[in-house]
């Protein structure tokens, strides 16, 4: 029988937590709309080095398993390849006990109300960056697509597929929601943003938090520069083909 919504989770090197991500959210889901939904799991092993593909495994309807890490726009269009629901939703491998709260997502798109909803997470209770990347994207998105954000970097979204597949592929790398969300409001997609308690592991304000972050902001910016001379490239071909 062909599933109602497609779950896709991203893994890379998460064997310590993916395993109490899919128990929670596969317990929610039946709890919640098991006489109404079929769920499919499908999880993306990107090249993990260590046993996320053994931890996640009995959990899980399909498996695919990258052999070298190709990044987390790869290993997403990767899950949508196999993905056959007509909801789409996209969570991380670390929510763990909080995995299941993302099944709000979906409410919009059953009513036929959103094309896309995007989670809006509590506010952190570490101190992290300094709002520098989040800026970046937020500022960027607006720019390129006029849609006001609040969650720019979330990953936890829920999607129509039919509306998804219209679209170019994922971009690669930490800048993937960013560009998912520039290109989904300048196609006209029914954008939605709804608070989600859900947690996940965060950085702080050490040496590996800074570095995290830092490869983030560049990778957003690539994507938002990547993204800018396209959307210049098409604003030239149409002012030639207005002469």
Same mark, same amino acid.
């Given at each position: 029988?062909?599933?109602?919504? !497609?779950? *896709? $989770?991203?893994?890379?090197?998460? =064997? ?7 128990? #929670? ?5 039946? #709890?919640?709309?098991?006489? *109404?939904?079929?769920?499919? *799991? ?14 996640? @495994?009995? @959990? ?14 790869? =290993? ?68 390129? !697509? ?35 969300? $520039? ?24 040496? #590996?938090?800074?570095? #995290? ?14 993204? @800018? ?8 071909? %149409?002012?030639? %083909? %207005?002469?």
């Amino acid at each position: 029988m062909k599933p109602d919504v !497609s779950v *896709i $989770i991203p893994a890379w090197n998460e =064997a310590g937590t993916i395993e109490q991500t899919l128990c #929670h959210f596969q317990a929610q889901a039946a #709890h919640r709309w098991k006489e *109404i939904l079929s769920f499919e *799991i499908i999880v993306v092993d990107d090249g993990s080095r260590d046993n996320t593909y053994q931890a996640a @495994w009995p @959990w899980v309807d399909k498996m695919v398993r990258h052999r070298r890490r190709r990044g987390k726009g790869a =290993a997403l269009q990767s899950g949508v390849a196999e993905a056959r629901g007509e909801l789409l939703l996209f969570l991380d491998a670390d929510l763990q006990a909080t995995a299941g709260e993302a099944l709000v997502l979906i409410e919009p798109l059953l009513r036929r109300e959103a094309d896309m909803a995007i989670a809006k997470l509590p506010p952190s209770g570490v101190k992290a960056g300094f709002g520098l990347v989040k800026g970046l994207a937020r500022r960027g998105i607006r720019r390129l !697509s006029g849609y006001e954000t609040e969650a720019p970097l979330s990953g936890q979204r829920a999607v129509r597929a039919d509306r998804l597949r219209e679209l170019r592929n994922f971009a690669r790398g930490f800048g993937v929601e960013v560009a998912l969300t $520039i290109d989904a409001a300048c196609s006209g997609m029914r954008i939605v943003e709804l608070d989600v308690p859900i947690t996940h592991r965060e950085t702080g304000r050490d040496w #590996h938090g800074f570095l #995290h972050r830092g490869r983030q902001f560049a990778a957003v910016g690539f994507t938002l520069l990547s993204r @800018w001379k396209e959307r210049k490239r098409t604003w030239v071909s %149409s002012d030639r %083909s %207005s002469i």
